[in-house]
């Protein structure tokens, strides 16, 4: 499938996105639910397919807003490679952010963490709308450098100019400039 027919399903689903949208293979969004929003600025390249990045990336880039109000915001001149983005409350991701191959972006745990709660929304059919999933915004600041592999966990807010090391496993919040990594990702120098 080309990029034509990709941009044509962002307009019927009212995806804002700006000029020069480059999208290298078939990028996966999906919208569950009501009110999502997605904003997405100028120049922003978005890789799917296998060698688009020569790290290899394992799937396609999955972009998804759930639940009601869901947001996702990229900035301009954002590149993302193979990458999920996967938002319950909200996403934001600053101008000139490079998103490495394979990364995890995920603002909510996907299921409760107590067993009660967990095996009850999965008997429900409508579980997944539920507020019982916890999720916490993710703020990704200006020109952050996110390493391959990594994972972005709920509640994390980077800084601009953040670093993040391949493989880092990331929850909290770091300051402007920090170049974090490990699992759980620490500071391991400032820029
Ligand atoms: C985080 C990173 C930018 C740091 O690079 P750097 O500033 O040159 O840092 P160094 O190589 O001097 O390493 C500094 C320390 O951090 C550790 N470190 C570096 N990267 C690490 C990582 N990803 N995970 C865990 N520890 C890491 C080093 O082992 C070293 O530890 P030490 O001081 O105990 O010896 C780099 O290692 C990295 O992970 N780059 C990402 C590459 C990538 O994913 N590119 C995108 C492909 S799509």
Same mark, same amino acid.
């Given at each position: 499938?080309?990029?034509?027919?990709?941009?044509? &399903?962002?307009?019927?689903?009212?995806?804002?996105?700006?000029?020069?949208?480059?999208?290298?293979?078939?990028?996966?969004?999906?919208?569950?639910?009501? =009110?999502?929003?997605?904003?997405?600025?100028?120049?922003?390249?978005?890789?799917? /397919?296998?060698?688009?990045?020569?790290?290899?990336?394992?799937?396609?880039?999955?972009? &998804?807003?759930?639940?009601?109000?869901?947001?996702?915001?990229?900035?301009?001149?954002?590149?993302? /490679?193979?990458?999920?983005?996967?938002?319950?409350? @909200?996403?934001?991701?600053?101008?000139?952010?490079? *998103?490495?191959?394979? =990364? @995890? *972006?995920?603002?909510?745990?996907?299921?409760?963490?107590?067993?009660?709660?967990?095996?009850?929304?999965?008997?429900?059919?409508?579980?997944?709308?539920?507020?019982?999933?916890?999720?916490?915004?993710?703020?990704?600041?200006?020109?952050?450098?996110?390493? =391959?592999?990594? *994972?972005?966990?709920?509640?994390?807010?980077?800084?601009?100019?953040?670093?993040?090391?391949?493989?880092? &496993? &990331?929850?909290?919040?770091?300051?402007?400039? =920090?170049?974090?990594?490990?699992?759980?990702?620490?500071?391991?120098?400032?820029?």
């Amino acid at each position: 499938m080309n990029s034509n027919w990709f941009k044509l &399903v962002m307009k019927m689903t009212k995806v804002e996105y700006g000029k020069n949208l480059l999208l290298k293979g078939g990028t996966d969004r999906l919208q569950q639910g009501r =009110c999502q929003v997605e904003d997405w600025g100028e120049n922003v390249t978005i890789k799917s /397919s296998f060698l688009s990045n020569l790290v290899g990336l394992y799937s396609r880039t999955i972009i &998804v807003t759930r639940a009601p109000g869901a947001e996702i915001e990229i900035g301009d001149n954002v590149g993302i /490679s193979g990458a999920t983005i996967y938002a319950r409350k @909200k996403i934001t991701i600053g101008d000139n952010t490079c *998103i490495g191959g394979n =990364c @995890k *972006i995920l603002d909510n745990d996907f299921h409760p963490i107590e067993a009660e709660a967990r095996n009850k929304l999965l008997r429900d059919e409508n579980g997944g709308d539920s507020d019982l999933v916890p999720s916490r915004e993710i703020k990704i600041g200006k020109s952050c450098f996110i390493g =391959c592999n990594s *994972i972005i966990l709920k509640g994390t807010v980077l800084g601009d100019g953040c670093v993040v090391g391949a493989g880092a &496993v &990331v929850a909290g919040k770091f300051e402007d400039n =920090c170049v974090i990594a490990g699992n759980p990702a620490r500071v391991i120098k400032r820029l």
